[in-house]
C-alpha cells in the first residue's frame, strides 16, 4: 500500500511519518501531485499557520489536487481546519470539504480554560470506522486555538469550555483535530484503522 503524507507550509509531517513507521507502514512525503493522486491513502497532517499553509498549497495546485483525491484522506489538526470552508485564524479561505467556519477559542477568566489547548483531553460519541475498537472518552492529544464547532459532519466530540468537533467525515475524507501520532497506543490505533479502511 502506497501512503503519501502531504508536504506544505506546516510542521509535523515527519512525526506523522515516524508513527507510521511504528506500526510497521511506509509512507513518502511530497508535494508533488502525481503521487499524491496515485496513492492509496493520502494523509493531509500540519502544526502552523492557516493562511501561510493554504497558500503554500495554493501556489503548488494542491488546493486542487486535494479536493479531487477519491482516496481515504486523514486530516489532522491544521489539515482538519483547513478541509473546512473557512478559518478566523488570519480570515483564510479553506478548501471547502466540510462546510464548516473553524473558530478560535475565546479567552475567559477561567485559568483551566487556556488558549492555546495544550494537552490530553478526552473525545466520546465515537462514530467512524477510523475509531474501530477505541473506547469512549479514551485521552488524546490536542495542540490548537482554533476550532469546528459541532455539525452534521461530527464523529467524535472534545469540550474546552463547549463541545467542540474532534473528529469530522464526510465521503471519503476524515479529519481529526488531536494528534493520533503523539496520543499512544490509541492513536495508533487510529492510525492502522484508517490505513486498513474498505
Known amino acids: 500500500m502506497k501512503t503519501a503524507i502531504i508536504q506544505y507550509n506546516g510542521g509535523n509531517v515527519c512525526s506523522v511519518q515516524f508513527a507510521l513507521e511504528r506500526i510497521g507502514a511506509n509512507a513518502v512525503i511530497t508535494d508533488d ?16 499557520q492557516a493562511s501561510s499553509a493554504m497558500q503554500y498549497l ?28 473557512h478559518s478566523e485564524e488570519g480570515d483564510t479561505s479553506g478548501l471547502g470539504i466540510f462546510p464548516l467556519q473553524v473558530k478560535r477559542f475565546q479567552v475567559t477568566t477561567d485559568l483551566s480554560l487556556k488558549v492555546p489547548l495544550i494537552g490530553w483531553n ?16 479514551s485521552y488524546m ?7 469546528a464547532p459541532l455539525c452534521e459532519y461530527t464523529v467524535a466530540q472534545a469540550c474546552h469550555a463547549a463541545p467542540y ?6 465521503d471519503n475524507f476524515y479529519a ?4 493520533p501520532e503523539k496520543s499512544g497506543d490509541d492513536g495508533q490505533q487510529l492510525l492502522k484503522h484508517f490505513l486498513n479502511l474498505y
Open 58 to 85: 495554493r501556489n503548488r495546485g494542491l488546493d486542487r489536487v486535494i479536493k479531487h483525491l477519491r482516496q481515504p484522506v486523514l486530516g489532522i489538526c491544521l489539515g482538519m481546519q483547513l478541509l473546512c470552508d
Open 176 to 179: 481529526v483535530q488531536f494528534h
Open 165 to 170: 468537533s474532534a473528529a469530522l467525515q464526510k
Open 33 to 48: 501531485a502525481e503521487t499524491i493522486l496515485s496513492a492509496d491513502r493520502v494523509i493531509f497532517p500540519g502544526v502552523g
Open 122 to 137: 478526552t473525545i466520546s460519541n465515537l462514530a467512524s470506522p477510523v475509531f474501530g475498537n477505541i473506547p469512549e472518552n
Open 141 to 147: 492529544y490536542f495542540v490548537h486555538s482554533y476550532y
